[in-house]
């Protein structure tokens, strides 16, 4: 009965609103996402009417294996049928087994692991982690990045996202993004670390200039610093590799995962190092995190997402049908090149440069209300960032496209 299903919703959201987050409650309603959603498979939700929405946010790019994949549910499930204690102090096979195998999968010689709850927490880790690696503060960040809601996240992030929480970290510099000369100039004696997103997500799906990566780890190499990618986003094949460092041929001193590590199932990040990196870990007891990490119920989910990445060749998936949504993206832009001014990104992680704040806001609102689901990105609202699973159907590409299309022809301009 919708009728009845409508009272519940709306029950649902005042109680969510009265207790934890009224401000999300109404934003939701002004982007066009008040959806009682019933279930969820692959790249489709569905809400209690039938309606079928396309998921092009796909849990923020929690869900690159879709929703509900049944090898990640079943893996947990059985975790949590064995009866065995998940929880700390014991050492789980799981987590040991999730260890070694991101240790074969990761490029090069990254091979220490260490697990954590969510991507913040990781980058958290992967800060604290080189300066107890190198004993040196400072930190080089990126203009236009995003790595986190923590003060140490935050301190390394995009500045005009946590103007009212300062002060932050001290020893941080915020420089342009693709540029490695900015980044060679401020590195001094106090410098430990650079921190880089690969491809700067949340500021819609921006790729650095060729070879910028590279040089990046020439620079760190010769200064004697150490690079940390963070590729919570990025990672576990979005791109069309299982890490986007790959495409360079890359690899940082820390990498940093989470997000669809868990399989859209179970929230865990974590970092892979290189085994130099890793030395004084275990002297350093407050380097351990806290007391759900690397649980044997997440390590799980992640265990199995990354068996499921091997065995679906979703790298592959992920590269082709990303250059199949690039190909319509960009149709989009020969036709409306007065509102849709680039298209940017790589597999499936894709930025649809938008001519105003105001109608980048219009195209996800109409295409929320024609059942496909895209976001502003979080640092530049102009640009909607399209990130679906690597298990979508060319079809429901195809209708994507279709969509926004009519979103884009409705939009009125800037
Ligand atoms: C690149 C990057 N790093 C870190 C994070 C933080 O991850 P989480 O929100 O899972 O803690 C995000 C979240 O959007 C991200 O995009």
């Not at 592959?316 to 409306?336: H, I, S, V």
Request: proline letters at 5%; glycine letters at 10%.
């Amino acid at each position: 009965m919708p009728g009845m299903m409508d009272n519940e919703y709306a029950v649902r959201t005042e109680l969510f609103g009265r207790h934890t987050n009224g401000a999300y409650v109404q934003f939701i309603k002004r982007m066009g996402f008040e959806i009682n959603v019933k279930s969820a498979q692959g790249a489709v939700v569905v809400d209690v009417d039938g309606k079928k929405y396309i998921d092009c946010i796909a849990g923020y790019g929690n869900c690159v294996l879709g929703h509900n994949n049944p090898a990640v549910s079943n893996a947990v499930i059985e975790e949590l049928r064995s009866l065995r204690p998940y929880n700390l102090p014991f050492i789980h096979d799981v987590q040991a087994q999730l260890a070694r195998t991101l240790a074969e999968m990761a490029p090069g010689e990254l091979e220490c692991c260490f697990f954590v709850n969510s991507g913040a927490e990781a980058v958290e880790t992967a800060l604290k982690l080189a300066r107890l690696s190198t004993g040196k503060p400072g930190v080089i960040c990126m203009r236009g990045a995003w790595h986190g809601f923590t003060f140490g996240c935050m301190s390394v992030s995009e500045p005009s996202m946590w103007k009212n929480f300062a002060p932050l970290l001290d020893h941080v510099t915020h420089v342009p993004y693709s540029d490695v000369a900015v980044v060679e100039a401020a590195i001094d004696e106090r410098v430990g670390c650079v921190i880089v997103e690969p491809i700067q997500a949340e500021n819609g799906a921006i790729v650095p200039a060729p070879g910028y990566l590279k040089s990046l780890e020439g620079v760190c190499k010769r200064r004697g610093i150490l690079l940390l990618f963070d590729e919570v986003k990025t990672g576990i094949a979005k791109t069309g590799k299982l890490f986007a460092c790959q495409y360079d041929n890359v690899v940082p001193d820390i990498l940093i995962i989470g997000k669809a590590l868990g399989g859209g199932v179970m929230p865990i990040g974590g970092v892979v190092a290189k085994r130099g990196v890793w030395s004084k870990f275990g002297l350093s007891f407050p380097m351990s995190s806290s007391s759900g990490a690397g649980n044997a119920p997440a390590c799980a989910a992640a265990l199995a997402t990354l068996r499921t990445v091997e065995a679906e060749n979703l790298c592959e998936q992920a590269y082709k049908k990303g250059n199949l949504l690039r190909a319509g993206l960009r149709d989009l832009m020969t036709d409306f090149p007065k509102i849709i001014l680039n298209v940017s990104g790589a597999g499936l992680l894709l930025g649809l440069h938008v001519t105003s704040m105001k109608c980048a806001s219009n195209i996800v609102a109409r295409c929320a209300g024609e059942g496909v689901l895209v976001m502003n990105a979080f640092c530049d609202r102009t640009k909607i960032l399209i990130e679906p699973p690597a298990v979508i159907a060319n079809e429901e590409i195809g209708e994507v496209v279709r969509v926004l299309t009519r979103a884009v022809a409705a939009c009125d301009g800037p």
